[in-house]
């Protein structure tokens, strides 16, 4: 079943199979995690090319209509990541945010995506409830030994492929270098797979030199949402493993959604806007009509002369 549509920029094919979470961050390639936070805008990152998925945090709360301080539940968060991945064939890093209050919950948090089919989770050393990194000062990091507490359950309550990642937040908070540090060397010793390094700066070079001293003990994980100018080289040469895009396309879509409803409002009509929004052609492209009409050939008793029409009818008229 070919699912390529064109959406403005080329996008392809649904992929048939992925590589996993683990060899995307072990390569020696350096990998993109294209943020998504429903089944749609990760179908969309699926299609135009993206190996993997990032179930950001603030981006899933925002589609709520949630503040990033966890005023979404869990189970919440884990019903959108279960949409993202029945939507995709490729993996999922979900932000477990810190593991919504101790070990006993951060586990349990791990066993349910894990049973969702998510990849891998990514939990930060911050406390209950957590604030967006980028949000005031308040960022207290919580005691190392309680934090390696939550990993250690995570790793002892999930399979061998799931891959935890463990966030780091002592930059966010004004820490040193030397308090990233030793917390990566903890987080490494107690079982993570990878470290996510965070920083505010608009510049790039408290990570790199973060990079430069942790001297890939684990692979490096990084969101470079506010150093955004920095080119993907700099991270090639610096051997960071895995670039997550943390919000874009939550961000487009506010942008998109703005504009669109400034002037359907303020022209009363939509035949200005229709060439620049998708058509309902590629929406059911992208969500796969074809294969329900395809099913119900398979599925649904033949009525041949006064058959009903089917989603094939339908699609084809659109
Ligand atoms: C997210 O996408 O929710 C993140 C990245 O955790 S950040 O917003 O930079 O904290
Ligand atoms: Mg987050």
């Not at 406390?127 to 790793?155: Q, T, W, Y």
């Amino acid at each position: 079943m070919n699912k390529a549509i064109s959406f403005g920029a080329e996008l392809l094919p649904a992929t048939a199979s992925s590589t996993t979470l683990r060899e995307l961050i072990l390569s020696n390639d350096l990998t993109f995690l294209m943020e998504a936070h429903d089944g749609l805008s990760a179908a969309i990152a699926e299609r135009a090319g993206f190996r993997g998925l990032w179930a950001s945090g603030l981006s899933i709360a925002s589609a709520l209509g949630y503040r990033d301080a966890n005023e979404a539940s869990w189970t919440q968060v884990v019903d959108v990541v279960e949409r993202m991945v029945d939507a995709t064939n490729i993996p999922v890093l979900v932000d477990g945010d810190s593991g919504f209050g101790n070990f006993n919950n951060a586990r349990l948090v791990a066993r349910k995506l894990e049973q969702r089919g998510a990849s891998g989770i990514c939990l930060e050393d911050k406390s209950f409830p957590k604030m967006n990194s980028f949000v005031g000062d308040r960022h207290l990091l919580p005691d190392i030994d309680e934090f390696c507490g939550r990993l250690k359950a995570v790793k002892d309550t999930t399979g061998p492929d799931f891959v935890v990642v463990a966030r780091i937040e002592a930059l966010i908070a004004g820490h040193s270098l030397d308090e990233a540090l030793c917390r990566a060397d903890a987080y490494s010793e107690t079982g993570a797979d990878a470290i996510l390094i965070h920083s505010r700066e608009a510049v790039a070079d408290e990570i790199l030199t973060f990079t430069k001293e942790w001297n890939n003990k684990l692979p490096v994980v990084i969101v470079p949402t506010k150093y955004y100018k920095t080119p993907a080289s700099v991270y090639r040469d610096a051997g960071i493993s895995t670039v997550i895009w943390a919000n874009h396309s939550m961000r487009a879509a506010i942008a998109g959604m703005r504009d669109v409803c400034g002037r359907i409002r303020s022209e009363e009509s939509i035949a200005g806007i229709e060439d620049q929004v998708a058509g309902l052609d590629e929406l059911f492209r992208l969500m796969g009509y074809d294969e329900l009409a395809e099913a119900e050939e398979r599925y649904l008793p033949k009525q041949s002369a006064e058959r009903r029409p089917g989603a094939l009818d339908q699609f084809q008229k659109s």
